[in-house]
Nanobody
Framework: VQLQASGGGLVQAGGSLTLSCAAS????????VGWYRQTPGNLREWVTT???????NYADSVKGRFAISRDNARNTAYLQMNNLKPEDTAVYYC???????WGQGTLVTVSS
């Protein structure tokens, strides 16, 4: 399974972005999916996970501002990010847990 993340870019604080994570093949629907983020010199940080049944949980730092969703028919996961803050600036990665697969990352930059 390969993952292609997209949707990153430059946005002002308070703005919104939606990231997408498209999976190849048809195994996407068999795995929980998650988003992580990483800044230079730091470990990759967990952001959110959505289980097969649709239950989701979030890091405290993004709770109430970010929303994960998935479209199994399109083999795609999404991360809706609202009220973005400069500290959200990072490279965002998606992950399919069952297949230990990471996407290549997409850069989100939030200006103050």
């Amino acid at each position: 399974v390969q993952l292609q993340a997209s949707g990153g870019g430059l946005v002002q604080a308070g703005g919104s972005l939606t990231l997408s994570c498209a999976a190849s093949g048809d195994r996407f629907r068999n795995s929980a999916v998650g988003w992580y983020r990483q800044t230079p010199g730091n470990l990759r940080e967990w952001v959110t996970t959505m289980a097969l049944g649709g239950a989701s949980n979030y890091a405290d730092s993004v709770k109430g501002r970010f929303a994960i969703s998935r479209d199994n028919a399109r083999n795609t996961a999404y991360l809706q990010m609202n009220n973005l803050k400069p500290e959200d600036t990072a490279v965002y990665y998606c992950r399919l847990f069952k297949y230990h697969t990471w996407g290549q990352g997409t850069l989100v930059t939030v200006s103050s």
